[in-house]
Every structure is written in structure tokens, then in C-alpha cells.
């Protein structure tokens, strides 16, 4: 196999990571809006949310790429050049989190949105990586040279671990695990006279689930570690995952308390 494995259709000879992208983006959103739950939400909150979360997510994804290599984001910076190219999907994720948190609080909405997310990220992440395994080593998500019988020649002779592969193959593991969170998040709240829906878990799972995926496998990429041997997107998915440890364990077991003590008062 050669890379970049350019796909032919017709006379059209299109690089796999643009189609792949593409593809991603497209089919991610089309199985968001055909997945979603019915929230209530007016056209307009629902446009304003939606774009909270692109914004977030564009300037996440840019802000941690830069972070990658600080002496080298410098050097650019100081002599006028534009860092375009580039970015990552971790920042996409925290940025586009905290897009969406903020941009909800403008709106006054306080119902969780981050369930409807999961499956289509899962999809349109599992589409993306196919193109970055396709493009090869001028992808730069490739991992370190191995004796793997998992390794794959991206054209130089050598034998690098596929994390693309590594990647797709724990987020098919990791939808099937969501699936009872899946079909508990589908269920209406029966205490409500409006449409609500028990929800959260599922995307806060998803998260932690997927940013420790990422802190490991980027042991075996060869980026540069320079925050006390962690590089910038381990350094992020460990923030992550203390967020949503105590999103997940220590904010539930403070909101028991009080339930607690308010049901004795």
C-alpha cells in the first residue's frame, strides 16, 4: 500500500484525509439529528448552543496544537507567520465543552445536551482516523516504531504502531459499553410535566473514558514531551479527567449530602 491512499472517483483524485474529514462532519451531524431527544429548546437557543460549541471547539482544538511544540509556536509567531495548519482533537473537545457550558449559561438553559453528542462524535471520530490512517506519515498521528505484528509501513521501511487503528478499534469498545447508558439516557423523567429526559452520565463517561485513552496511547507517539516528560495533550487529558472524576463521583456524592440533609430538616 502507498501512502496517501488517494481515493478515485471518476476523474476526481481526492486525498483521504479531505474526504474523510468531510465524511466525518457530515455523517456525525446527520446521525445527531436523527439521534437527538426532543428537548424543548426554542430554533434560536438551539442555533445559539450549536454555535458556542463549533466556536469553542475551533479555538480549543488550535490553542492546544500550539502548545505542542512552544519553542517552535514561538519561533513562527515571532517572525509573522500564521499557524494555520494544524490542530487537535482533545482541545476540540475540552474547548467545545466549554463553549457549549458557557454559551448555556447566556441562554438560561440548564438541562445537560451532551448525551444527544456521544454516538455522533463516537461515528464521525471513527470516519476522521480512517483518513489519517490513510494519509500516513504526513498525518502525524502515526505512533512509535514497533515489532508489533500491529505494525504498519507508512512508506519508509519502517514499522509504527497504527494509534489510528488503536483509536477506532477502543471507540467501537467504548460504544458498546455506553449502550445501557445509552438507553437509560432515552428515558423521560417521570417526575416532570415537560419533556426531560435523565441525562448526563453518558457524555461525562464518554469523556473520562476516551481522555484516558488518549493520555496512554500518546506514550507511543512520537511528539514532543516537554512538560516534565507529559506533552501538551496529556497534560489537557489529565485536567479532563479530573474534571469529570469529580463531575462524576465527588459533585454526586456532595448533591447526596445535601439531598440528605434537606429530607431530615
Wanted: hydrophobic share 45%; charged share 15%; net charge positive.
Amino acid at each position: 500500500m502507498d501512502f496517501p491512499v488517494y481515493l478515485t472517483i471518476g476523474s476526481l483524485r481526492i486525498h483521504p484525509h479531505v474526504l474523510f474529514e468531510s465524511l466525518s462532519y457530515f455523517i456525525g451531524f446527520r446521525v445527531y439529528l436523527w439521534t437527538r431527544r426532543p428537548s424543548g429548546m426554542s430554533a434560536l437557543m438551539s442555533l445559539q448552543i450549536l454555535a458556542g460549541t463549533i466556536l469553542g471547539a475551533a479555538i480549543g482544538a488550535k490553542l492546544l496544537f500550539w502548545l505542542e511544540d512552544p519553542v517552535a509556536t514561538w519561533e513562527h509567531l515571532s517572525q509573522g507567520q500564521l499557524l494555520w495548519g494544524g490542530k487537535t482533537i482533545v482541545g476540540g473537545l475540552l474547548g467545545g465543552l466549554i463553549g457549549v457550558e458557557l454559551t448555556k449559561r447566556w441562554v438560561g438553559w440548564s438541562q445537560s445536551t451532551g448525551d444527544d453528542f456521544v454516538y455522533p462524535l463516537m461515528l464521525g471520530l471513527c470516519i476522521g482516523r480512517i483518513g489519517c490512517f490513510l494519509t500516513g506519515l504526513t498525518d502525524h498521528t502515526y505512533g512509535t516504531p514497533t515489532t508489533w505484528i500491529t505494525g504498519v509501513d507508512f512508506g519508509d521501511g519502517v514499522t509504527r504502531h497504527p494509534a489510528q487503528l488503536y483509536e477506532i478499534f477502543f471507540l467501537i469498545i467504548l460504544a458498546i459499553v455506553l449502550i445501557p447508558l445509552y438507553r437509560q439516557s432515552r428515558v423521560k423523567s417521570a417526575t416532570s410535566t415537560q419533556v426531560k429526559y435523565v441525562s448526563g452520565r453518558m457524555f461525562q463517561w464518554f469523556m473520562a473514558g476516551y481522555l484516558l485513552f488518549r493520555l496512554g496511547i500518546e506514550w507511543i507517539k512520537p511528539t514532543p514531551h516537554p512538560y516534565l516528560g507529559l506533552n501538551n495533550i496529556q497534560l489537557a487529558c489529565i485536567a479532563g479527567v479530573l474534571y469529570y472524576a469529580w463531575l462524576i463521583y465527588g459533585k454526586k456524592k456532595v448533591d447526596h449530602q445535601i439531598t440528605s440533609s434537606n429530607m431530615q430538616a
